[in-house]
């Protein structure tokens, strides 16, 4: 393709995605394929000789949409958001052009500094401790890794860095093996199942641990899981602490997991995948309270600030427990500067990384932060007026205290009949919900998803749910 095909391809495909984007509401929200759709609408093989733009701009209805579940509707309401806007949109076109593979500073010096610029804007948005920022001059500062699930593994093995070079001082005459087989890790119960993941992939226990009755990880809760394995010879190493679980969006008492951390010295990470972007509103903050404490924060700008997957921001107070955890040095990746800048080779599992600081930067300066303060207000005054809609009906309970943009709600009896009202909400395919489970009590879950949800969104979505209610009280 020619310079010329391309601007009339990238010109015609900004059309349509504006068009897209913008009428999204008036799509299905899941297809209705079956596994399989897909294949008879493509040839068995690639043509063998090169086809006109148009062809592919024509199929993409055709093949593509006829498939998609379109995550960005106010009818979607499943999981948490994922992030979409122009800005980014546009940053990753460029973020295409430019294609470098940014693993150390020289293989693209602009991929490393704006990132480490960007991560200390994005810090300072959020009121995070200073100790947390490159601009504070030391070792400190941020990174941007593909998810939140990675971050948590990158910091595991930090802490495993860490808390093996710290036993190895004390107990020379241990070998490795015996060291590994004696640490543990601690989460909610209610943690993402990414966390137990990470303690599988970094070959070490994770305990989870049950929450109090308000699904709240507590203080007092680790110290007795802690000292219980302390009696048996364990190590405790590494903490998880969540900020917006995914089943219901509880927050883990921070302040105080982050007391018991400090006085063991064990590394405390921060997962706030989804309602980390909150805290750029200063009214969220006290959910971060004792964030100070923490060793690394973690949370997905690409969920819910507006900047399309994949960017997750992740800090660390002393990097140097990843870098050298992670170092392999070959000669073909070294270069002059090495030591002044980031190598951000050493702050992730894989080598390659994509130019994403830029999608960052566009999203910040074109909306500026107070507009994306405005968009989680939005959000979650959405999930409040939901919330209320639901109240107001005796029918329904609401399952767990509404924070953020996320409703919790089930009808007040049997978990069979509330996964019948799922099945028929989302049979009729107006809406897309999910349903989560609590100690046996199963409740669906309602998530502001879209940037384009209104309040009468939110009625349309609550009238869907009540008209799949009426049908089932009416059956009983
Ligand atoms: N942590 C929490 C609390 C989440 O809610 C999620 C996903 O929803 C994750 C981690 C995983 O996020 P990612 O897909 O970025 O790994």
């Known amino acids: 393709m020619e310079a010329g095909d391309f601007k009339d ?67 979607f309401h499943a999981y948490f958001p994922t992030a979409n806007s122009y800005p980014a949109i ?45 601009r504070s001059g030391g ?11 990675e971050a948590t593994l990158v910091a595991l093995l930090g802490a495993k860095a860490r808390i093996m070079q710290q036993v190895k001082e004390q107990h020379p005459e241990w070998t490795d093996t015996e060291i590994l087989s004696k640490l543990v890790a601690y989460c909610n119960k209610q943690a993402h199942s990414s966390v137990e993941r990470a303690g599988l992939l970094g070959g070490v226990k994770m305990r989870s641990l049950k929450p109090d009755n308000k699904r709240r990880l507590r203080g007092d809760i680790l ?41 063991r010295n064990v590394w405390l990470h921060v997962d706030a995948a989804y309602a980390g972007s909150a805290f750029i509103c200063p009214e969220y903050r006290y959910l971060m309270k004792g964030v100070e404490k923490a060793d690394s924060f973690n949370f997905n700008p690409h969920k819910w600030m507006l900047v399309n997957f994949d960017c997750s921001a992740m800090w660390l107070k002393q990097p140097r427990w990843i870098v050298d955890a992670f170092n392999v040095d070959p000669l073909y990746l070294k270069h002059d500067q090495q030591g002044s800048a980031p190598d951000y080779r050493h702050w992730q599992i894989p080598l390659g990384r994509r130019f994403r600081a830029l999608k960052l930067w566009f999203v910040l300066r074109l909306y500026g932060v107070e507009n994306l303060q405005k968009h989680i207000r939005k959000h979650i005054a959405l999930a409040h007026l939901f919330e209320k809609l639901c109240s107001s009906d005796d029918r329904f309970e609401i399952v767990e205290e509404v924070t953020m943009g996320l409703v919790c709600f089930r009808l007040k009896g049997s978990n069979e009949i509330n996964e019948e009202l799922l099945r028929r909400i989302n049979g009729r395919g107006k809406i897309h919900l999910v349903p989560s489970k609590i100690d046996d009590v199963y409740f669906l879950r309602l998530a502001i998803c879209s940037r384009f949800s209104e309040e009468s969104d939110i009625h349309i979505s609550w009238e869907e749910v009540k008209i799949s209610a009426d049908e089932i009280l009416a059956l009983k």
């Not at 799509?27 to 759709?37: D, E, L, M």
Request: glycine share 8%; net charge negative.
């Open 90 to 134: 546009v940053a990753d076109m460029l973020s295409g052009a430019i294609a470098c593979i940014g693993f150390t500073w020289i293989a693209s010096p602009a991929c490393t500094e704006l990132e480490v610029v960007m991560l200390d804007w994005l810090g300072q948005m959020l009121g995070l401790p200073e100790q947390f920022l490159a």
């Open 9 to 75: 391809f990238a010109k015609a495909m900004t059309d349509y995605i504006a068009e897209y984007l913008e009428n999204i509401r008036d799509r299905q929200v899941v297809p209705s394929v079956k596994p399989g759709y897909l294949r008879p609408l493509v040839p068995e093989q690639a043509p063998q000789q090169p086809e006109p733009w148009t062809a592919v701009m024509a199929d993409i209805e055709r093949v593509v949409m006829s498939g998609v579940t379109h995550w960005h509707s106010p009818r």
């Open 139 to 149: 070792e400190a500062g941020g990174v941007i890794q593909g998810t939140a699930s």
């Open 223 to 263: 110290q007795e899981a802690m000292d219980e394995d302390i009696n048996k010879g364990l190590i405790p190493f590494y903490v998880v602490a969540t900020l917006g679980t995914t089943s219901s969006c509880t927050f883990d008492a921070l302040d105080e997991i982050g007391d018991v951390c400090m006085s």
